[in-house]
């Protein structure tokens, strides 16, 4: 039996004593889009978050329960959370490209790590446009402002963005919230076609 790339063992989370998330278990396979349905305002995000620790900061919290991560448990203190959160990567609901152009919000993460390597990161770009479906439509303008794009194109950078640090995991929370039908369509494309190199964990708009 093939191990489960994420498993979330008895999770149960409350914020300031109000419950979010109560015995939650689950597996999730490599290599496929991986979707979390439910009632709104169920913890379908907040389960997400946990994913890659990014409710660390918030206060009057509790959890219980775990989450490995390949076997390894990703609330142990010895946790790298950096790195955690490099291999695990998430996209929002409301697209947020950086100020600047197509070419610097895909490469910004690579270049806050330190790398200068003008051949790679041109190969980056490339690469992680082309895997959000994206490149042919921006191939022409890199370094046009991201802002200029269309609601959904945003979404695909934002994705592409993510994928430029090649993430193991993709979280997406709700990424065609307010897209019309073409966009959702692309974005939903790409996504099939991501679940080939990563595994995704998704919380759909809408059960398709």
Partial sequence: MIAPKIRIENVSYAYEG??????????????AVNAISGQDGGGKTTLLRLINRLNDLIEGTEMSGRILLDGQDIYAPATDVTRLR????????LP?????????????GLKLAGVRDRTRLEEVLV???TQ??????????????????????QQ???????????????????????????STGKVEASL????????????PHSVQ
């Fill in 18 to 31: 109000k419950p979010a998330l109560r015995n939650v278990s689950l597996d999730v396979p490599s290599n």
């Fill in 86 to 93: 490099r291999r695990v990567a998430m996209v929002f609901a």
């Fill in 96 to 108: 947020l490209p950086l100020p600047g152009t197509i070419r610097e919000n895909v490469l910004y």
């Fill in 127 to 129: 690469r992680s446009l």
């Fill in 132 to 153: 959000a479906a994206l490149w042919n439509e921006v191939r022409d303008r890199l370094d046009s402002p991201a802002s200029a794009l269309s609601g959904g194109q």
């Fill in 156 to 182: 695909r950078l934002c994705i592409a963005r993510s994928l430029a640090l090649e993430p193991e995991v993709l979280l997406l929370d709700e990424p065609t919230s307010g897209l019309d039908p073409i």
């Fill in 192 to 203: 099939y076609e991501l679940k080939q190199r990563y595994t995704i964990v998704i919380v």
